[in-house]
């Protein structure tokens, strides 16, 4: 079984950043892509980012290329995503997500486990 706990979430305004991390146990978290995935209100859960579990292979949804970067440490079994350049369209429930089989896909149904989400809201 896998544990997977985001944090970082919170209230900032347009323009500001936020880092959003996620501690996984329960697996050895260096076997495993990573991604974060986002659900704002009335919408489908949408991906954000992945990355392969070397760390060396990432992918980014063409709305936060340029603005998000995903990263993990593998030592510390986190998942990291920093946001800069916050817009109000990025305000959202964000979530990290496990892929067992290590493919960095865009589609949510590929992943096993998922965390609980923390809330991200940026003011206009």
């Known amino acids: 079984q896998v544990q997977l706990v985001e944090s970082g979430g919170g209230l900032v305004q347009a323009g500001g950043s936020l880092k959003l991390s996620c501690a996984a146990s329960?697996?050895?978290?260096?076997?495993?892509?990573m991604g974060w995935f986002r659900q704002a209100p009335g919408r489908e859960r949408e991906f954000v980012a992945t990355?392969?579990?070397?760390?060396?292979?990432?992918n980014y949804a063409d709305s936060v290329k340029g603005r998000f970067t995903i990263s993990r440490d593998n030592a510390k079994n986190i998942l990291y995503l920093q946001m800069n350049s916050l817009k109000p369209e990025d305000t959202a429930v964000y979530y990290c997500?496990?892929?067992?089989?290590?493919?960095?896909?865009?589609?949510?149904?590929?992943?096993?486990?998922w965390g609980q989400g923390t809330q991200v809201t940026v003011s206009s």
């Open positions: 329960g697996r050895t978290f260096s076997t495993y892509a």
């Open positions: 997500a496990l892929d067992t089989s290590d493919v960095i896909s865009t589609k949510p149904w590929d992943y096993d486990y």
């Open positions: 990355i392969r579990r070397s760390g060396l292979l990432t």
